[in-house]
């Protein structure tokens, strides 16, 4: 176990490549995060790379901690999460909220649209506001979400109207009947609904600083590949791989943090490394401003000094002896 | 009447005029501290109940920029995937530089950082408390990620780490964000800054009104910059905190031989952008 740890921290560490290239461009990152079994992550990650359109760096991880300082990094383009339960979001809160107002990409999957788990991620990234959940806990009858197209956009690019995904339930905003209850007060787009429930499956939010999510609050898997729901089952069907890149591009590819951070980065790095130098030497010059202004006083002051020490001499001390003698 | 000689008043005039102008040309050399640290105040153990933090300043010169920076790292409960070797014991004279190479994120935050070729603020220092010796390390990359990806994203991401080996070889392990307190959202109660008369108050959200107490979602988290600051300018921050959400690991149990610390709060002054003296480092107990 210790083994395989330090294997994959120092896989991790190695395979980065540079993140600054030849001329000084930044790669973009796109960071995938699946919880405890990063197998789902591995899997996303390939599709990712598969896509020519997508020319960004994937990167997987296995904390939500890396996530979290990730959504400082200048070269983070995205960060696709998948939860299946709280602890696995823990900390995420401020960074990942951070990270989308600042204009950064985001994918959220599963937990992380249900609100008593994820709090406000819910609320003010993945706007599901989701209360309630529909389970096929079943696996007798096949356990899929059935997509039903409600509005047509690059995000359903290439898709049909309607299909299933294997899934085990989604999470959904509801009254107190358990019926779906749309939330209005925020501008969203919804691509697919719930055939059931009526609820978003896929639903995506630009925010006012360009900041883009896709929220999929019904993929609903299981790390175990015996089980009809298995991630890798979800993986096999091409209307999942299809609508997860173009999520991907539309999230990653159209949201503002990057390209905003980017194109002034190298300049941004020389003037953080010599912004102390900067202020040292405004104040030098400030100081030796000061200096001046108060040499040319104390010589004034030392100059009229002198006169009267000169006056004083002349009358009271020099002119009595010239009398005297 | 006594005749005073007139030379004699001469003599003595010149040598009040030069002697002052001798006292004058000193004076205006005199080397001062460039500022004064009037106040440190804080709980040395915090429980649930109020407890407040004061601090404050005066600068004995003129600078063009003073920044003011406070960050609250706490302790953390490390899981087995938080460590690349989770079984990894130290002794006595390892550097605490290794306690930190072993968390996962700590090496993959300085590898990526290192990729662009950036490096955090290092800190290290000797330590004493509850008796026992150790060894501080502290790495803190708010500065130059805020100059790269903005402030706004810096001072919400745990970005302050701190690594300590005490001189039984007990290892610990804090990490932070740059703030006045652990989550300032739930645990602050109040918060004042002031440059000379200009003050400023927060209050928690319920209780905020007017432009006189402003909500605590708009106070500024740890970091206070000052342009055009004059001699003898004071700067005070004054906040109240009622411990209601702590951090995972806080007060948790403690062997003999082991300090029982629960927060590293760290204060620096930048004075023109050039840190005056040494980082002010506040150790707090659980308990």
Request: charged residues 25%; glycine residues 6%.
């Amino acid at each position: 176990m210790k083994c395989i740890q330090i294997l994959l921290v120092a896989f991790l560490v190695v395979s980065f490549s540079p993140a600054l290239g030849e001329n000084g461009e930044l790669k973009p990152v796109i960071l995938v995060y699946t919880g405890i079994d990063p197998g789902f992550a591995e899997m996303l990650g390939d599709v990712i790379e598969a896509d020519e359109a997508i020319d960004s760096e994937v990167q997987v991880v296995e904390t939500p901690d890396i996530l979290s300082v990730a959504a400082a990094l200048p070269q983070t383009e995205c960060i696709i999460v998948y939860a299946s339960n709280q602890a696995e979001m823990e900390g995420l809160e401020d960074p990942l909220i951070a990270f989308f107002e600042q204009g950064g990409g985001l994918i959220g999957m599963r937990d992380i649209c249900y609100e008593p788990y994820a709090a406000d991620l819910a609320i003010e990234v993945f706007p599901i506001h989701a209360n309630d959940s529909v389970q096929q806990l079943s696996p007798r009858e096949t356990r899929a979400r059935t997509y039903v197209l409600e509005e047509d956009s690059e995000i359903t690019s290439g898709l049909p109207e309607q299909f299933p995904l294997l899934s085990m339930g989604t999470y959904f905003s509801a009254d107190s009947e358990g019926n779906y209850l749309e939330i209005r007060d925020v501008e969203y787009e919804v691509a697919y609904v719930d055939q059931e429930t009526g609820s978003p499956l896929v639903l995506a939010y630009e925010n006012e600083h360009g900041g883009r999510s896709v929220a999929l609050p019904g993929i609903w898997t299981i790390p175990n590949a015996r089980v009809d729901i298995y991630y890798g089952n979800l993986l096999q069907d091409d209307n999942f791989v299809k609508l997860f890149s173009n999520m991907v591009l539309w999230a990653a590819k159209g949201s503002s943090r990057f390209p905003g951070i980017q194109p002034d980065l190298q300049e941004k790095i020389e003037e953080a490394k010599g912004r102390a130098d900067r202020l040292k030497e405004e104040a030098e010059e400030a100081r030796r401003r000061e200096n001046t202004r108060q040499l040319i006083f104390l010589v004034a002051i030392w100059a009229g000094g002198l006169l009267v020490c000169g006056v004083i001499i002349k009358k009271m001390i020099l002119v009595p002896i010239e009398v005297e003698a | 009447m006594v005749q005073i000689d007139k030379r004699i008043v001469g003599l003595a005039l010149v040598s009040v005029i030069l002697s002052t102008l001798i006292m004058l040309t000193i004076a205006g050399e005199r080397v001062e501290e460039p500022v004064e640290i009037l106040k440190n105040e804080y709980p040395k153990i915090l429980t649930g109940r109020k407890s407040t933090f004061s601090f404050a300043m005066v600068s004995r010169k003129r600078f063009e920029n003073v920044e003011l920076m406070f960050s609250m790292m706490t302790t953390k409960s490390l899981k087995v995937k938080d460590m690349i070797d989770s079984r990894k014991e130290y002794n006595a004279t390892d550097s605490p530089d290794e306690v930190l190479e072993n968390i996962v994120k700590f090496s993959w935050l300085k590898n990526q950082t290192s990729l662009l070729e950036i490096e955090p603020e290092k800190f290290e220092r000797e330590i004493t408390f509850q008796g026992i010796g150790g060894r501080m390390v502290i790495y803190d990359y708010t500065s130059i990620l805020a100059s790269l990806s903005g402030e706004d994203i810096a001072v919400e991401v745990p970005l302050t780490y701190c690594a300590i080996i005490d001189e039984n070889g007990n290892d610990y392990y804090f990490e932070g964000k740059s703030d006045f307190f652990y989550k300032p959202e739930l645990n602050m109660i109040s918060l004042t800054t002031s440059h000379n008369d200009n003050e400023s108050s927060y209050l928690p959200e319920d209780q905020a009104w007017g432009d006189v107490k402003l909500p605590m979602s708009t106070a500024p988290k740890g970091i206070l910059e000052y342009h055009s600051v004059e001699k003898d300018d004071t700067f005070s921050v004054i906040y109240t905190v009622e411990m209601t959400n702590t951090p995972s690991g806080f007060g948790g149990p403690v062997k003999e031989g082991e300090m029982d610390l629960a927060m590293v709060q760290m204060i620096r002054a930048y004075l023109d952008g050039e840190l005056f003296d040494e980082p002010i480092l506040n150790l707090i107990r659980p308990r």
